[in-house]
């Protein structure tokens, strides 16, 4: 089996971390939603998410050529996390920053991964001053409509994977942590082993190691080496097979004597988030009625609002999840 090993002196090892990346399920959601997969452990997800992709015209754009089918994604699109849990606006912000030198070192090899670069690809090879901060909307745009209304849901799982590894960690050592990572990693005293990894080494890969767990990857590998920075290693979070599974209200009678029921109901029906025009339907209740409500609940922090093109999206927020499912 081919493979590629890391050595890790105790500087390296001191300097290994856990973070939760905006920008890595920006791109791993996007691939999946690209795929035209239709597996059960996202089945929820993509149902809801695809027609509005199609709508936004996303799919057709420059970030659809960016993560195409090849399995090299750019280097600059997944910037080295400096903080435990960047923001979105963080790392678009270090996105727009790159280089021009290293976008098109980034982007000559997509080429050689694809034959050739898509038309706003070559326009971002040729000015990426100007059409850096264009790709940052379209981003934008794709987690509104995306991930956003899920993000509460996707960071319960991801900060939980990240929990058990660093209780791990502290119980056992890093090495059994990077031992059960992933079948095709392995530690050995001082050094980290990658199954069917290219060639990389500490001359080429930068100190420590950044290992980021991920809702909406494949059951592979992914890394990131763009030295100076630390190495990338992006792997499937523990307990993603229970991301989209309906969470139960058990409180609804006791919060309605508080809320009201209208307002229990909405609360109720946004495990899934939606639109004014959705819950009405299902409801029952009026347009006027639902959208005075919303603002009542988005106001007291149970609700975030989440605009694509014209329409609204609204999700419950983990505070309306343990209003709603806490036991008595």
Do not use: C
């Given at each position: 089996?081919?493979?590629?090993?890391?050595?890790?002196?105790?500087?390296?090892l001191?300097?290994?971390?856990?973070?939760v990346?905006?920008?890595?399920?920006v791109?791993?959601?996007?691939?999946l939603?690209?795929?035209?997969?239709?597996?059960?452990?996202?089945r929820?997800?993509?149902?809801?998410v695809?027609?509005?992709?199609?709508a936004?015209?996303l799919d057709?754009?420059?970030?659809?050529?960016?993560?195409?089918?090849?399995?090299?994604?750019p280097?600059?699109?997944?910037?080295?996390?400096?903080s435990?849990a960047?923001?979105?606006?963080e790392?678009?912000?270090?996105i727009?920053?790159?280089?021009p030198?290293?976008?098109?070192l980034?982007?000559?090899?997509?080429?050689?991964?694809?034959?050739?670069?898509?038309?706003?690809?070559?326009?971002?090879?040729?000015?990426?001053?100007?059409?850096?901060?264009?790709?940052?909307?379209e981003?934008?745009t794709?987690?509104?409509?995306?991930?956003?209304?899920y993000?509460?849901?996707?960071?319960?799982?991801l900060?939980?994977?990240?929990?058990?590894?660093?209780?791990?960690?502290?119980?056992?050592?890093?090495?059994?942590?990077?031992?059960?990572?992933?079948?095709?990693?392995?530690?050995?005293?001082?050094?980290?082993r990658?199954?069917r990894?290219?060639?990389?080494?500490?001359?080429?890969?930068?100190?420590?190691?950044?290992?980021?767990?991920?809702?909406?990857?494949?059951?592979?590998?992914s890394?990131?080496?763009?030295?100076?920075?630390?190495?990338?290693?992006?792997?499937?979070?523990?307990?993603?097979?229970t991301?989209?599974?309906?969470?139960?209200?058990t409180?609804?009678?006791?919060?309605?004597?508080v809320?009201?029921?209208?307002?229990t109901?909405l609360l109720?029906?946004?495990?899934?988030?939606a639109n004014t025009?959705?819950?009405?339907?299902r409801?029952?209740?009026?347009?006027?009625g639902?959208?005075?409500?919303l603002?009542?609940l988005?106001a007291?922090?149970?609700?975030?609002?989440?605009r694509?093109?014209?329409?609204?999206?609204?999700?419950?927020?983990?505070?309306?999840d343990?209003?709603?499912t806490?036991?008595?």
């Amino acid at each position: 089996m081919g493979g590629t090993e890391l050595a890790f002196s105790a500087s390296d090892l001191a300097q290994t971390r856990f973070a939760v990346s905006p920008m890595w399920e920006v791109g791993a959601g996007f691939r999946l939603l690209r795929s035209g997969a239709d597996g059960p452990l996202h089945r929820r997800w993509l149902e809801q998410v695809r027609p509005r992709l199609a709508a936004s015209g996303l799919d057709r754009g420059l970030l659809a050529e960016l993560i195409s089918t090849a399995p090299y994604v750019p280097d600059f699109l997944n910037p080295a996390p400096t903080s435990p849990a960047p923001t979105l606006p963080e790392e678009l912000a270090a996105i727009t920053a790159t280089p021009p030198d290293r976008v098109r070192l980034d982007l000559d090899r997509l080429r050689s991964h694809l034959g050739r670069l898509g038309p706003r690809t070559r326009s971002l090879y040729a000015d990426t001053g100007a059409r850096l901060p264009r790709l940052a909307q379209e981003i934008e745009t794709y987690w509104e409509l995306a991930l956003a209304p899920y993000w509460a849901r996707v960071r319960t799982v991801l900060d939980a994977d990240v929990f058990h590894r660093a209780r791990q960690a502290a119980e056992q050592g890093a090495g059994r942590v990077l031992n059960d990572l992933h079948p095709g990693v392995s530690w050995d005293r001082d050094a980290l082993r990658l199954a069917r990894r290219r060639a990389l080494t500490r001359e080429t890969a930068g100190p420590g190691l950044l290992l980021i767990p991920s809702a909406f990857k494949g059951p592979g590998l992914s890394t990131r080496v763009s030295p100076p920075d630390p190495p990338q290693l992006s792997y499937r979070a523990r307990g993603v097979g229970t991301l989209w599974e309906p969470r139960p209200t058990t409180r609804t009678a006791a919060v309605a004597a508080v809320l009201g029921r209208s307002r229990t109901l909405l609360l109720t029906e946004l495990d899934t988030p939606a639109n004014t025009t959705e819950l009405a339907a299902r409801t029952g209740l009026s347009m006027a009625g639902v959208s005075q409500s919303l603002t009542a609940l988005r106001a007291a922090g149970l609700v975030t609002a989440h605009r694509t093109g014209r329409t609204v999206l609204y999700a419950r927020t983990s505070l309306a999840d343990s209003l709603l499912t806490t036991a008595g």
